[in-house]
């Protein structure tokens, strides 16, 4: 990955067209995704096979040409010509972006972006699974690579590699301790909950916490007791998410917004700048690989109905810009990324 092409560029101001700054916040980051961009350039540079009959296609073309200004120099740009264009391809998907007051937006950009370039390149691949099964490791990794094989059968890219890990959905007897099923998920973005309310309503002070309530197991009993049907009876479970794995790239949303959608959770919640470990929450093999540096966030200030988004993205040179719709400056006090208003936080897994 060639970082020294983007020195002393990228200084780019995105212009606000009314509500579109959860747009060019996201944009920013991507931008910064360098491990993206060299994919890009391998589909410009026909090192892919490239699905040009596709409207995402066109869509992955807008994105090349408008990232290509980002990077000429300094100023700010116009994405009019892009945001034209991303409304029409979504309308074609039936996707309401633009609403223009849904928290909704950013989460729902960033997937419908990924899609496009995903679908561009997506072949079918060919995944054997080989070996023998020698521990509760291992037959973990059964479950989660058939489920990899059959969507690998279908639509592959690099996408999936980047941004996309495993989680699993482990269901256990109480009266056994037994293993009863084990349900793996693809996934591209981790909505992670900053409290949950049971017999006790617990809140999050930090990402870890954050991590500790999406595995904090749950007890289906009594009259919600869980119907197992090999046995053809209801069964009291623990059920929990525990992770396989997670991508080069980890994109995570905190869910600051209460279970009615009419309240936004202003809480801070502390996250690593360097070094976010996530050794402790992964199942499968290479633990210790999951080791993750910050380099974008991009911040939401009012209610779940409206309000305005910036962004802050570590660049070539590990400083961070502030990047609020055409403005930008460099971020003298770094403690300041961490803030009540940090809503969707991109990580890049160090030595990848």
Known sequence: MEINKYKDKGFIGLENLGNTCFLNS????????????????????NQLQVHTNKNDYMMVEEWNSLRKVMWSGNGVV?????????????????????????????????????????N???????????????????????????????????????????FYGIYVSEIKSVKT?????????????????????????????????????????????GDNAWFNERTGEKENIQKRMIFWNFPDILIITLNRFSIDGMRRINKEIDFPIDNLDLT??????????????????????????GGHYNAFVRNYANQW????????????????????????????????
């Open 78 to 118: 116009s994405p009019k010509r892009y945001v034209l264009n991303l409304k029409k391809i979504a309308k074609l998907k039936k996707m309401e972006l633009f609403t223009g007051n849904s928290q909704n937006d950013l989460p729902e950009f960033l997937l419908f972006f990924m899609d496009c370039i995903h």
């Open 177 to 221: 301790n037994k293993q009863e099923s084990l349900t793996p998920q693809h996934y591209f973005m981790l909505d992670l909950p900053i409290h949950i309310i049971g017999e006790k309503q617990i809140i999050a002070s930090t990402l870890y916490d954050c991590f500790d309530l999406f595995t904090y197991p749950e007890y289906l009993e």
């Open 280 to 305: 402790k929450y992964v199942c499968g093999y290479n633990k210790s690989s999951y080791i993750y540096d910050l380099f974008g966030v991009c911040n939401h200030m009012g209610s779940p109905h």
């Open 120 to 162: 561009s390149i997506s072949r079918n691949v060919t995944m054997n699974i080989n070996g023998n099964i020698e521990g509760d490791t291992d037959k973990l990794a059964v479950v989660c690579y058939k489920m990899l094989k059959d969507i690998y059968k279908k639509e592959y890219s690099e996408i999936m590699k980047m």
């Open 321 to 352: 810009i502030h990047y609020d719709d055409e403005s930008h400056s460099i971020v003298k006090d770094v403690s300041k990324i961490v803030s009540p208003s940090a809503y969707c936080l991109f990580y890049r897994k160090k030595n990848t």
């Open 26 to 45: 996201c944009l920013q980051v991507l931008s910064n995704t360098y491990e993206l961009n060299d994919l890009l350039e391998k589909m410009e540079h």
